[in-house]
């Protein structure tokens, strides 16, 4: 069964220490009146030694509170409650103290290999930002919560790298390397579902190192200079179809010129040339008719 946090039950330590101390001062004032009841100083001895342990006891209850800490408070192995009170504060004598961190921690994954949708090995790290949000889940719901965030935050990397291509061409698709901001969100949700039993929250993640592995990149890097010159001549060409046909439109729609299916198809062919040809074109004056 999951643990919840509830607050324990602590009081100022101030009071604490001026009756601890007032108890050990009486424990000595009263030892120091032996010598003059020589008589029976059993009772004195056993006053005495009381006023002691008691001051010692109710000393031993105080404890302090940093900013952004906690104590885990446990009474004989049962759980007693949190104080997140800062400053110095008392509880019962008895419980065992465990302090937590509040704070924000942040570690950088170990560089893992693994294969990306598309089958092609990569490598990936990532940057993760946690804090405990559940004392009592991160004290007794797992053994270490800062090895079970590394190890979780891990698998969570694994998982989202084998469900997305290390890159693409196609906007509207998410990968690796082209959608960093989706991927981030998608990292911290996956992250979080994963370590939420353990009273930890992820506030960011991100990819800190990706790319292919070392036995292929270079392979890779060709293919994506050549799916990049793909998609760049796919974007040219659409282009220049857009702008003939935009330019045939306007030669009819206003009369300048008529075109015979001949004429329209040698100008289709030489826009085409001026438009998709990587080197500038050179001009040739025709003085006669293409007839």
């Not at 000595?28 to 020589?38: A, F, G, P, S, T």
């Not at 891990?154 to 291509?165: D, S, W, Y």
């Not at 060409?237 to 206003?254: C, K």
Request: glycine share 8%.
């Amino acid at each position: 069964m999951a643990m919840k946090e509830r607050e324990a039950i602590s009081s100022s330590g101030w009071l604490a220490i001026v009756l601890g101390l007032a108890a050990l001062g009486a424990a000595v004032y009263v030892l120091v009146q032996i010598k003059q009841h020589q008589a029976d100083p059993l009772p004195q001895l056993i006053g005495g030694a009381a006023l002691a342990i008691g001051g010692m006891i109710v000393l031993r209850g105080n404890f302090v509170v940093g900013p952004n800490e906690a104590r885990v408070l446990t009474f004989f192995g049962k759980y007693a409650g949190t104080v997140k009170t800062p400053g110095l504060r008392w509880a019962n004598p008895f419980t065992t103290k465990r302090e937590m961190s509040l704070r924000a921690h942040n570690f950088e994954s170990a560089k893992i290999k693994v294969n990306d949708i598309d089958g092609n090995p990569i490598e990936i790290g990532a940057v993760i930002v946690w804090r405990i949000i559940d004392t009592a889940q991160a004290a007794f719901d797992v053994e270490n919560v800062t090895s079970f965030v590394q190890v979780q935050s891990e698998a969570a990397v694994r998982n989202l790298a084998m469900h997305h291509p290390y890159d693409s061409h196609d906007d509207s698709a998410m990968s690796l390397r082209g959608q960093s901001e989706a991927v981030a969100a998608q990292l911290v949700r996956e992250v979080n579902a994963r370590i939420r039993p353990a009273g930890v929250e992820v506030s960011d993640a991100r990819i800190a190192h990706l790319a292919y592995a070392p036995e292929i990149a270079q392979a890779m890097l060709q293919r994506q200079q050549a799916g990049a010159i793909i998609a760049a001549r796919t974007r040219i060409v659409e282009g220049a179809v857009s702008m003939v046909e935009m330019a045939l439109d306007q030669l009819a729609r206003r009369g300048i010129i008529e075109l015979d299916p001949e004429r329209k198809a040698n100008m289709v062919s030489n826009l085409l040339v001026v438009l998709c040809g990587e080197r500038n074109v050179q001009p040739v004056i025709n003085a006669g008719t293409l007839y």
